[in-house]
């Protein structure tokens, strides 16, 4: 919240500034009816105004300030101009009028520095928009998005996206398939809706959106692992000791309440590892545990991503272009850096052995939706307790819940492609025909939105919900990142990823340091998604 | 914001002087008029006022032929007018908007901050309106603020 209270403050100040400039009464005129008043009334000051004349005929003279009234004879001298009632010039120079020709007389205070508060609250807000503008631009990782987001409520902002879709995807030859559970309330009607918006200098190339539906009973959940498979689940085991180190964590993991436990990353190391220990210790069924694990990544991922294309510089068309054609980028990534970061990996402990065996591991890229996903368990030994070991990237990783709940069995959910595709509340037949035919791509620019329509199956069920989404987006290429040029970087990058995340440590951490909390900090975090509570 | 944005595009006539000057000004003050059927408008230099009407010569949509219109004051909901031509800002409302471009997510806060400061900067000028200005001290900021001659016929009036 702080920026965003120091944004508003700063946006009161020069309002409130402008609105006293603006409020501010020019008491500038002043109207006498006769020569006497004019006299007694006007102001002793030594500067005498212009006095215009206003003749009961409809002239007008103007009188510089050389003017004067003479009482005895009655009448206003002095140099001028006379205008007629049209207001052309009917006479210039001397001056004399009689007072009975006077219908009223008018003075008039000179208005200056009238524009002063107003140069002023643009300087202010000039220096504002700068002082942000220089931080996103030094620090573009922190203000700028990545990949599609997905919407329950069109209103929210990326704060509370329900998903992100394929946002590991930069480049064509990336394009994968995502699927992200939406965590939805009971369904009610038959209509659901999801808003897709961009908003990132990006341009997302989106080929498909579908739903994936199961219906469930009360008590009944379906989660989705990380092989892309469905379980029915039933009851819930909350974690009754979480440790890190010596830290106890379990307050910050035990609830769906988006208050999420990180780490900061090593500063020597970008790839160092950390364990969180979690004891489970009244699990009644110990048959077909499944974890359940709610995460996201932290900015890390998206600094390597602009990191990568800043070292390209202005040679990114050349590089991206070789990627297209390379038969290897994907194992190059997947071998490298993705390889040395890791996954999110679930130990069970097997107290007969007296060891830790490796279960399998969660991945996710993205730092703005939460992932809700489930790692089926193996190796459960008797009694009612479980203990479980992560080992994961310091840095690297929001959790925010952790539980476990006993499978029911593995199921497929139905597919619902939309039935109706809304942009700016109109229906757009062309997108809805971009995203159904497999082989065109809806492209959405900065600042579009779509909202799918989607029909559920049977009303009056209620159904748990995924987003299904595939496609690509092509980051837009900012002026001040080819400054960033280093293909030495690149390559040390992509050849030598253990070497590049130790020297790329202390980087990190500046930028770790400032952005990532600032980011973060603005994060409004009243809001619940949580199924069960609400 | 609307009431931002029909301040600003209130039209300044060529007749409207600079504020430094207000002093040697010769017409009368620019008036926008909103009636009460909330249909109609009038805009135009403001010749006389008084209790029962306000007198205002206004333009065509040629722009050059100017007729004098009779507005019944009891059928006027609002009005405003403008007496001098401020600085212009206007530039501003388009650059500080495209500033809000680099910042990011940032800009969902400060695109529409800019927008509505800059439009606030540009509205309000040397302006009064019904609400701070009575129909009598309207009358010195009229052409004719002793109304209009008899001597003068209102289709001579240019």
């Given amino acids: ?534 | 914001m609307a009431v931002i944005c029909s301040s600003c595009s209130m039209s300044s006539p060529d007749y409207l002087p600079d504020s430094e000057n207000i002093d040697v000004n010769v017409y009368g003050s620019y008036i926008s008029i909103v009636m009460k059927d909330a249909e109609h408008t009038t805009g135009g230099e403001l010749i006389a006022v008084d209790s029962a009407n306000f007198i205002v010569l206004t333009e065509t949509d040629d722009s050059l032929v100017k007729k004098i219109k009779i507005v019944p004051v009891k059928k006027v909901d609002n009005f405003v007018i403008k007496y001098a031509e401020g600085d212009d800002y206007i530039a501003a409302v388009p650059l500080y908007t495209l500033a809000s471009l680099t910042h990011g997510y940032y800009a969902l806060i400060t695109l529409p901050l800019n927008l509505i400061i800059t439009l606030v900067v540009n509205s309000e000028a040397f302006v009064y309106s019904d609400k701070n200005i009575s129909l009598d001290d309207l009358k010195m900021f009229a052409r004719f603020p002793q109304g209009i001659p008899p001597n003068i016929r209102y289709d001579s009036i240019k």
């Fill in chain 1, 1 to 534: 919240m702080k920026t965003k209270k120091l944004i508003f403050n700063f946006a009161l100040i020069i309002i409130t500034f402008i609105a006293i400039e603006a409020c501010e009464t020019y008491y500038f005129r002043s109207n006498y009816k006769d020569a006497n008043e004019l006299l007694h009334r006007r102001d002793n000051s030594n500067v005498k105004p212009f006095l215009k004349a206003h003749l009961k005929n409809g002239d007008i003279c103007i009188f510089r300030n050389t003017w004067n009234v003479d009482t005895v004879q009655n009448t206003v001298s002095g140099t001028g101009v006379r205008y007629d009632f049209n207001r052309n010039i009917s006479s210039e120079g001397s001056i004399l009028l009689s007072v009975d020709s006077v219908a009223i007389f008018e003075t008039n205070k000179k208005l200056t520095g009238t524009g002063t508060g107003r140069v002023a609250a643009l300087a202010i807000l000039a220096a504002v928009d700068a002082g942000i503008g220089i931080a996103c631009l030094t620090n573009p990782k922190a203000c700028f998005g990545s990949c599609p987001t997905f919407y329950m409520n069109e209103s929210d902002n990326f704060h509370y996206a329900d998903a992100e879709g394929f946002s590991s995807a930069i480049a064509p030859s990336m394009e994968y398939y995502d699927i992200d559970a939406l965590n939805n309330l009971p369904v009610t009607g038959n209509v659901f809706s999801l808003t897709m918006k961009n908003e990132a200098l990006e341009t997302h190339c989106v080929k498909d959106v579908k739903l994936l539906a199961y219906p469930r009973k009360k008590g009944e959940r379906i989660y989705h692992s990380p092989k892309n498979e469905f379980y029915l689940c039933e009851n819930i085991y909350s974690v009754s000791n979480a440790q890190v180190s010596d830290a106890d964590i379990t307050d910050l993991i035990r609830g769906e309440d988006r208050l999420e436990r990180f780490s900061l990353a090593d500063e020597n190391n970008l790839s160092s590892k950390e364990e969180i220990f979690l004891n489970f210790d009244n699990v009644e069924d110990l048959n077909d545990l499944g974890l359940v694990i709610h995460f996201r990544q932290t900015l890390m991922t998206t600094y390597f991503i602009y990191s990568a294309i800043g070292y390209m510089g202005d040679e990114v068309g050349d590089i991206f272009a070789k990627i297209e054609t390379s038969n290897d980028t994907d194992d190059k990534l997947k071998s490298g850096l993705g390889k040395e970061l890791g996954k999110i990996d679930v130990y069970v402990r097997n107290e007969k052995n007296n060891d830790w065996e490796l279960t399998d591991g969660l991945y996710e890229t993205g730092p703005i939706a939460i992932n809700r996903q489930i790692l089926p368990l193996k190796n459960i030994t008797s009694g009612s307790k479980v203990r479980l070991k992560l080992v994961l990237n310091k840095g690297l990783w929001r959790i925010d819940y952790v539980a476990l709940t006993n499978i029911k069995g593995k199921v497929r959910p139905v597919e619902i492609s939309p039935c109706s595709v809304l942009n700016k509340g109109k229906a757009d037949n062309t997108a809805l025909s971009s995203v159904i035919d497999p082989d065109k791509y809806l492209i959405s620019m900065p600042g579009s939105e779509y909202k799918f329509n989607f029909i559920l199956p049977q009303t009056g069920d209620d159904y748990e919900l995924f987003l299904y989404s595939k496609g690509y987006y092509l980051e837009w290429m900012r002026e001040q990142w080819i400054k960033d040029k280093d293909l030495l970087k690149l390559n040390q990058m992509v050849e030598h990823p253990a070497k590049y995340l130790r020297s790329e440590a202390k980087d990190y951490k500046i930028y770790e340091a400032t952005m990532e909390q600032e980011f973060w900090n603005s994060k409004i975090d009243t809001k619940h998604f949580s199924y069960h509570e609400n």
